[in-house]
């Protein structure tokens, strides 16, 4: 399978916090995505990162992107409840029309 | 939120049964695709198409057909539903393919073979 990894599987932190989330593949890649899904809701698109940029910012998430070790790193600063969710990386390079999903991190923000 | 409707939301059925996931869209994004999530192995693409007519298997096909007669729908069909396929399944539409910019999901349809 070409399927990713992302951990951890889960994380509990506190309100206010930062949480850091990774995510590694096996193939080359054109650019890496990441996304968030709300219990019992389809996924919402975060950021796009292309394989030639390094770090990418958009709001409190911070996206690095490591193609000499095949990793991605999310990062949500101060973090608060409404970000519990489960977030996805998504890489192009390997799989069908060349997509592939990471298996998720459970983010839970505790108040 | 992009205009993806997938229907039915829930679904419960029996082994042997065919089944038709239908998902709608107003966005007139070209690409269109089908997962199914399960616990453990997040999101595994199913079938995807690329136009009218125009479809392709993606990694977990077997037991699935799809079909896209017009720009707005694509349904996905079990033609004989079998426990194993239990699943979430998601509706997804982009702009572009080979992941060159987002997908945008529907709510997704909960299926149920007993």
């Known amino acids: 399978s070409q399927q990713g990894e992302e951990d951890p599987q889960a994380l509990s932190i506190q309100e206010g916090e930062n949480a850091t989330m990774n995510c590694s593949y096996k193939?080359?890649?054109?650019?890496l995505q990441w996304y968030r899904q709300n219990s019992g809701r389809g996924l919402v698109h975060l950021i796009l990162?292309?394989?030639?940029?390094r770090e990418k910012h958009s709001g409190r998430l911070r996206v690095t992107l490591d193609t000499s070790k095949k990793s991605s790193s999310l990062l949500i600063t101060a973090s608060r409840a409404a970000d519990t969710a489960s977030y996805f990386c998504q890489y192009s390079g390997g799989g069908a029309d060349g997509l592939t999903f990471g298996k998720g991190t459970h983010l839970i923000i505790q108040p | 939120d992009a205009g993806i409707t997938q229907s039915p939301r829930h679904k419960v059925t029996e082994t042997g049964t065919p089944v038709t996931l239908r998902c709608h869209q107003t966005?007139?994004?070209?690409?269109m695709y089908w997962y199914r999530q399960d616990p453990g192995h997040g999101l595994r693409l199913i079938h995807y198409s690329y136009g009218v007519k125009d479809t392709d298997k993606g990694e977990v096909s077997d037991g699935y057909s799809v079909s896209r007669s017009k720009t707005e729908d694509f349904l996905l069909t079990l033609e004989s539903a079998t426990s194993s396929q239990t699943s979430v399944y998601f509706c997804a539409i982009s702009e572009t393919g080979q992941g060159l910019g987002p997908q945008h999901f529907g709510d997704g349809t909960r299926l149920s073979i007993l």
């Open positions: 193939t080359s890649i054109n650019n």
């Open positions: 990162i292309r394989s030639n940029e």
């Open positions: 966005e007139n994004h070209r690409y």
